[in-house]
């Protein structure tokens, strides 16, 4: 089976450059969700745009996400994960490059939700990566991929730093671009995964890129010929609800929105938070503008952005937290222990801090949630099999979107009523998801990726290469 071949074969030099093509993407996307907090203050400014207006330019983005996300995977199941990506790819250079140019306000609405559309099957990347990956590495990687994501959003500010000033919110459209030309150059390179090619019937092309993978890696290739598992009827969206899968998928749709709102919720609230100072601030200024006019514009300051750099640059130390407990406490818990501390971090700023502290305890809430969207995006790959797995992807990450698009409203209308209604949703959504997350009925640490749905429920692995969970590969 392909399982077989690609543990045999090992971690090399492929999955070294598939790491660096699949990061890209990632980089990418991260870059396009990040514009949205530094471009909302510009447009709000220059274009004199209301609040309302400004939250919709971002939840188009995620509308247009959530509309595509389970279309991507459907494609990326039926005609292939490389298709998939390469179309989607494309897709989002040309509108991100093309709402550089937007005059008006309704234009840019149209584009940005354009390339949300499109951004909704960069997710598809991680399903052609983990399944090239060995088992021992795979919860590894998929997280070092996210290194990338952290990469991209802190590249983006300081984009932001040099290019906000003097060419304009256009030119950063323009710039953020980048990642994906670069990948969209590379993508030539990337094979289309085995186990689909398998899955598909194609088993000539999957040993041929097999054989690739074994030479570059300098490893021998394993003797004998492919078995095939079971031909499936792929990417069907009741797979997901067979009563082996029911609770798995709707309790990781809820943990899925939960992390999406939480995560966004706190980069947009986390540029509302530096203008005002701290949340007290944001209280009693809340009393003086109601005299004021409601279109009062402030453009971030470069004390603004030094914050949001470092902010953003929680997401490392977040990468590292996950990378550590992953393996050692398991795929669940560290998804509800992320959750409860972002939890705990956001009913902290009820108290009046300082700005500093404010930092802080930002700072630490962004590391845990991102650490624990990067835990979700190893354990969903993992949990179905390869006939469904890129449409579970595919649809989780459409629920993300959800909450994603919610999230503007809270964050930046609600805001503006209270506070702490804003934190206590933010803080009482995320317990909830720490809850959801002990209940999965599925732990799958240390166990391989399921090709066929009809096995029963990791019999698969049983006898492949005995190891102690625990062992960590260098």
Excluded at 193 to 212: I, M
Excluded at 214 to 229: C, D, F, H, I, Q
Aim: proline share 4%; glycine share 8%; net charge neutral.
């Amino acid at each position: 089976m392909v399982e077989d071949a690609v543990e045999a074969i090992g971690f090399g030099k492929f999955q070294w450059k598939l790491s660096v093509i699949t990061g890209l993407a990632w980089m990418a996307d991260a870059m396009e969700m990040m514009i949205l907090s530094i471009l909302a203050p510009q447009l709000h400014c220059e274009w004199r745009l209301p609040s309302w207006q400004v939250a919709l330019l971002t939840s188009v983005v995620f509308v247009g996400m959530m509309s595509s996300s389970t279309l991507w995977g459907n494609i990326s199941d039926q005609y292939g994960r490389k298709t998939g990506l390469k179309i989607s790819v494309l897709w989002t250079l040309y509108y991100g490059i093309l709402s550089g140019f937007a005059p008006i306000y309704s234009w840019i609405l149209v584009l940005r939700g354009l390339v949300g559309f499109g951004i909704g099957g960069v997710p598809q990347s991680v399903t052609l990566y983990a399944e090239f990956l060995p088992m021992k590495a795979r919860a590894k990687c998929i997280l070092l991929i996210e290194v990338f994501w952290a990469l991209g959003t802190v590249f983006e500010v300081l984009l932001a730093v040099v290019v906000m000033p003097t060419l304009g919110w256009r030119w950063l459209l323009i710039l953020s671009a980048l990642p994906l030309l670069l990948f969209a150059g590379l993508c030539f390179w990337l094979p289309e995964s085995a186990r689909y090619d398998v899955l598909s019937g194609n088993q000539e092309k999957a040993l041929a890129t097999l054989k690739r993978i074994a030479t570059e890696n300098g490893a021998p290739m394993p003797l004998g010929k492919l078995v095939v598992s079971r031909q499936e009827d792929r990417g069907k969206m009741r797979d997901l609800f067979t009563p082996h899968f029911r609770w798995t998928t709707l309790l990781l749709w809820f943990i899925w929105f939960s992390n999406a709102f939480s995560y966004y919720g706190l980069v947009l609230l986390t540029t509302e938070l530096f203008q005002a100072g701290d949340v007290c601030s944001i209280s009693s200024r809340r009393q003086e503008v109601k005299a004021k006019c409601s279109l009062t514009c402030e453009y971030l300051t470069e004390e603004d952005y030094t914050d949001l750099l470092w902010t953003t640059l929680s997401e490392f130390p977040g990468v590292l937290v996950t990378l550590w407990i992953i393996d050692r406490i398991g795929r669940k818990k560290t998804m509800a222990l992320s959750f409860l501390v972002f939890s705990f971090c956001s009913l902290l700023l009820f108290l009046c801090v300082g700005r500093n502290i404010l930092t802080v305890l930002l700072f630490i809430a962004r590391a845990f949630i991102s650490g624990g969207f990067q835990a979700a995006y190893v354990y969903t790959p993992e949990v179905y099999p390869t006939a469904t797995r890129a449409l579970g992807l595919g649809t989780c990450s459409g629920m993300a979107r959800v909450g994603a698009l919610i999230t503007p409203f809270i964050a930046q209308v609600m805001l503006e009523s209270s506070v702490y209604l804003t934190l206590l949703v933010y803080s009482g959504c995320c317990l909830l998801a720490a809850l959801a997350s002990c209940f999965l009925p599925i732990e799958t640490k240390g166990r391989g990726l399921q090709e066929s749905s009809h096995k029963e429920w990791g019999q698969e692995m049983v006898g492949r290469g005995s190891h102690s969970p625990g062992e960590s590969q260098e």
